[in-house]
């Protein structure tokens, strides 16, 4: 007997960030273990409900999608889904769900709203922290991607460790897009150089990497900073070495070359659910220095350079002995080839299929 799983589709109408790429990931994996007939796929189907708007075209053959209701928005999730939903089981991969359904599981990725809340808007910490709660204890499982999250969610949100399950995300989806080394020459990066991703985010601690670049002032070494973050963010911190360069946004096959030709990526946030960046750097054989916070340990392991977040000139230390270190170089880019390679989406998308079916009795 074949037995649907709705999945939350809300998120196919905001932007891309980390959580939008897991719920994409984790559908295009249900869509070919499922096409499959992957063992302990053969006997369900997924079907993506999704407000009516204009969606981006994900290239699925087995997932159906399908657009229902006449509200959007929270009104949609909390009002329409449960009813379009009854008569299967919710998967919701992106934080939010509806209060009052209990056949249901949902993904929640960090407790940054309680642990960093200078983050948000009063509106939106108001909302979460309404909803966090509720959702954490009608659902019948929460899944999270580390078990820094895990004990987040159950110090600020109270929900039950018993329901609670740890998934760590994938990370092939960086290697999808061919490697465009044609940025090397569009930005003039004929030299060694250090990576890293700009961010509007207070918890990213991008200020720090200004002030290690400031300190290190290297002619010998460019500084690239890749993101869509307006300029003014850098001008705010000071005068910048003629060795910084902003790219600004860079495509998925530029980002990828970059990862790969960088001589390492720094990544010094305080705060993170998961950490997509430096495990996308070791995917793509880049040596990385990061905070030793949260859940960054989880995911690099002992691949990475660890520095103090808190400690610009740290940070500006384990920069420069990656730098000047060749040998230490390839050894973390071996390192963090291994590292990587134990995180797949395919892994995430069965131990997902597992979880829900260990809440209704019956294992994959």
């Not at 109408?13 to 063992?39: C, M, N, P, W």
Request: one cysteine or more.
């Amino acid at each position: 007997m074949t037995q649907t799983i709705y999945i939350n589709g809300r998120f196919l109408t905001h932007g891309v960030t980390g959580v939008q790429r897991y719920a994409l990931e984790l559908i295009r994996s249900f869509d070919r273990l499922a096409g499959s007939k992957a063992e302990g796929f053969e006997d369900y189907e997924f079907i993506v409900l999704s407000p009516k708007a204009e969606l981006p075209e994900l290239g699925l053959s087995t997932v159906k999608i399908r657009q229902v209701g006449r509200l959007s928005g929270h009104l949609w999730e909390q009002l329409e889904l449960p009813f379009h939903s009854a008569d299967g089981f919710l998967l919701n991969p992106c934080n939010t769900a509806p209060i009052m359904k209990r056949k249901q599981a949902v993904t929640m990725h960090d407790a940054a709203v309680y642990a960093v809340p200078e983050t948000y808007s009063l509106p939106f910490r108001l909302w979460y922290k309404t909803l966090f709660p509720a959702i954490g204890a009608m659902s019948r499982q929460v899944l999270t991607c580390s078990a820094f999250s895990k004990d987040q969610l159950i110090h600020y949100c109270d929900i039950k460790a018993s329901k609670m399950h740890v998934i760590p995300h994938g990370r092939e989806h960086v290697l999808a897009a061919a490697a465009d080394p044609t940025v090397l020459d569009k930005y003039g990066l004929d030299k060694p150089f250090v990576l890293a991703v700009s961010s509007m985010s207070p918890n990213k601690n991008f200020g720090s990497i200004v002030k290690a670049i400031q300190h290190l002032n290297r002619t010998d070494v460019d500084f690239v900073i890749a993101g869509g973050t307006n300029p003014k963010l850098f001008k705010e911190q000071g005068e910048l070495p003629e060795s910084v360069k902003y790219l600004g946004y860079v495509e998925d096959g530029e980002l990828r070359s970059l990862y790969e030709h960088a001589a390492c990526f720094v990544f010094p946030s305080f705060y993170e659910g998961f950490g997509f960046p430096p495990l996308e750097a070791m995917t793509c054989g880049c040596p990385v220095v990061a905070s030793r916070t949260a859940s960054i340990p989880e995911v690099c392991g002992d691949a990475a350079m660890y520095c103090d977040p808190h400690d610009w000139m740290d940070i500006a230390r384990c920069m420069e002995q990656v730098i000047d270190d060749p040998a230490l170089q390839i050894r973390m880019r071996t390192e963090g080839l291994e590292q990587a390679s134990r995180f797949s989406w395919e892994k995430c998308a069965r131990d997902t299929l597992m979880a829900i079916n260990m809440e209704r009795g019956h294992a994959v």
